[in-house]
């Protein structure tokens, strides 16, 4: 994922520092070359070895220790990095980086440097609400450096709020992200997600085992391949991704309102909600009260959105998804045909490790001209990404 990056990890004095241990592991293992740099108030919470075992590097602190004569280590080191990043970042070395201030060997290596720069605040809640804080934080969005916002839960100083480092997981997939070719770049790509959910009563309604992974994979892939991403989604079982215009919506109404609203504008739109095809023919307003013996409730056919949407379409890329138990490729042959769309992605919802619910999916990519492409079993990350780099070809 990382093969061959050099990567400079900034780590300044937080109690997070020791969380920029697994990070370096992670980063290693992943492929990159990391090289730590650390501030004297780092030293205090986590030991040089530490570091220098982790990364198989020697560690930069001071910068007047200089092992080759030939070089000077503080301009060489961001010279020869593809990626900075400093985590945990502390209010203090936030507010030197924004006022251009160098006096140790990070703030001076920072200043010197041409590659971007990733920065992740980690503090008590208290400095990293307060104006100055916020202030420097945004001066060095201004100067192009990637802020990540910072977790919310319980601190290390007692209090509970924002402040916390992320996971290294979590910093290691926006890393990575850095690397992504930008191919949709300026692309406005709107992608749907999840279930929808059809009320029957204020408290019951009608939905669907989709978790919606599969469409936030393809949103996070595509806004770090550049796009512009609008996610509407049903109730996910996944977080909303950063980085992307994330609209909510219930029903299989709400979802084609707010989709033909934005068709005009977009280059891509990926259909791969589980839409409701039926709906409870009336909604009570008032919980349905136990009626004896058996009920019956009445359904009528949604709008089928991604039919709607091949009628419409002039420039846009329109991808569905079909979800099929049987005869896979007839069914998905039939509904790219009767939708009138680019391409269709097929999935063997049957298979119980695959599909719904599940990290990983196996598809059957179908193209209009009648051809087709397997890809294999992956996460849905990496399908994500496959995808797209597929859907990029067949922009007009
Ligand atoms: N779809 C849609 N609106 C609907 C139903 C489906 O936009 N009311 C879209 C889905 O988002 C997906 C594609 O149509 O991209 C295929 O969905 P699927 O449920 O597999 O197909 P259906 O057309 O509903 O056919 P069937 O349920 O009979 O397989």
Redesign the pocket.
């Known amino acids: 994922m990382l093969n061959d990056r050099n990567i400079l990890l900034c780590v300044s004095g937080g109690i997070a520092a020791y969380k920029a241990c697994a990070l370096t592991s992670k980063l290693v293992q992943a492929g990159a070359n990391v090289r730590v740099a650390m501030t004297a108030s780092a030293e205090q919470f986590v030991g040089k070895a530490t570091f220098q075992a982790l990364s198989r590097n020697p560690i930069y602190s001071d910068v007047f220790e200089e092992h080759d004569p030939t070089k000077i280590a503080h301009i060489d080191v961001v010279d020869t990095s593809d990626l900075i990043v400093v985590a945990p970042a502390t209010a203090n070395i936030i507010a030197k980086l924004a006022n251009g201030i160098a006096d140790d060997f990070i703030t001076t290596s920072i200043l010197a440097a041409k590659c971007p720069v990733i920065v992740s605040p980690a503090m008590n809640v208290n400095m990293l609400e307060h104006p100055a804080t916020r202030r420097n934080i945004e001066t060095l969005k201004s100067y192009g450096y990637q802020i990540i916002e910072p977790g919310v839960g319980n601190l290390a100083c007692g209090w509970i709020g924002g402040g916390r480092l992320p996971e290294s997981e979590d910093l290691v997939r926006i890393i990575a992200s850095q690397f992504v070719p930008k191919h949709l770049l300026e692309k406005h790509v709107l992608i ?1 997600a999840g279930p929808t959910v059809e009320r029957i009563d204020p408290v019951r309604f009608l939905s669907n085992d989709s978790s919606g992974k599969m469409g936030v994979a393809l949103a996070e892939a595509a806004r770090d391949m550049g796009a512009n991403v609008t996610l509407v989604h049903g109730p996910l079982q996944v977080p909303v991704p950063d980085g992307v215009t994330a609209i909510a919506v219930e029903s ?1 109404q709400q979802m084609l309102e707010t989709v033909l609203e934005r068709f005009a504008t977009q280059d891509i739109v990926i ?7 039926y709906r409870p023919k009336t909604v009570h307003t008032e919980k349905h009260k136990k009626v004896h013996g058996p009920l019956t409730i009445e359904l009528e056919e ?6 709607e949407l091949g009628t419409k379409k002039t420039h846009q890329l329109l991808v ?5 138990t049987e005869q896979l490729e007839d ?1 998905a042959r039939a ?1 790219l045909e009767r ?1 009138n769309v680019d391409f269709l992605v097929a999935n063997d919802v049957s298979k119980r490790d695959i599909g719904f619910r599940s990290d990983d999916n196996e598809v059957v990519l179908f193209r209009a001209d009648g051809s087709s492409v397997r890809l294999p079993r992956q996460s849905k990350q990496r399908l994500a990404h496959e995808l797209l780099a597929y859907f990029k070809e067949g922009l007009r």
Do not use: M, P, R, Y
């Open positions: 749907t299989g259909k791969s909600a589980a839409v409701a095809d949604t709008t089928d959105i991604l039919k569905g998804f079909a979800a099929e069914h509904k939708k």
